[in-house]
């Protein structure tokens, strides 16, 4: 079974950046596609980015184009969340998925990293 385990994040001023990373236990690239999601309080879980490994596409929120892109090391079975021009709304916790293929939903989620961006 895929395990994640994510890490980055912390405090950060509005306007700032910081990288979220996320290690699978197995070859990121036996996974169809893996994803960032994150849930502020109160709030129900969202999508925030992901990236299929097949052709290296990716696709984000709406809220987040343009300032968050995500990216993968196959060599390091990573995936990485590249957050810039943060914004006091992007506060939450930021969780790592994967999904095994194209029609399985996104699974083996990780603990979470909290990021709180101060304005």
């Known amino acids: 079974q895929v395990q994640v385990v994510e890490s980055g994040g912390g405090l950060v001023q509005a306007g700032g950046s910081s990288r979220l ?5 197995v070859r990121t690239f036996s996974t169809y596609a893996m994803g960032w999601f994150r849930q502020a309080p109160g709030k129900e879980r969202e999508f925030v980015a992901s990236i299929r490994w097949s052709d290296l596409s990716t696709n984000y929120a709406d809220s987040v184009k343009g300032r968050f892109t995500i990216s993968g090391d196959n060599a390091k079975n990573t995936v990485y969340l590249q957050m810039n021009s943060l ?10 998925a994967t999904r095994t293929n194209y029609y399985a939903k996104y699974g083996a989620w990780g603990q979470g990293t909290q990021v709180t961006v101060s304005s």
């Open 21 to 25: 990373s996320c290690a699978a236990s």
């Open 87 to 96: 914004k006091a709304e992007d506060t939450g916790v930021y969780y790592c």
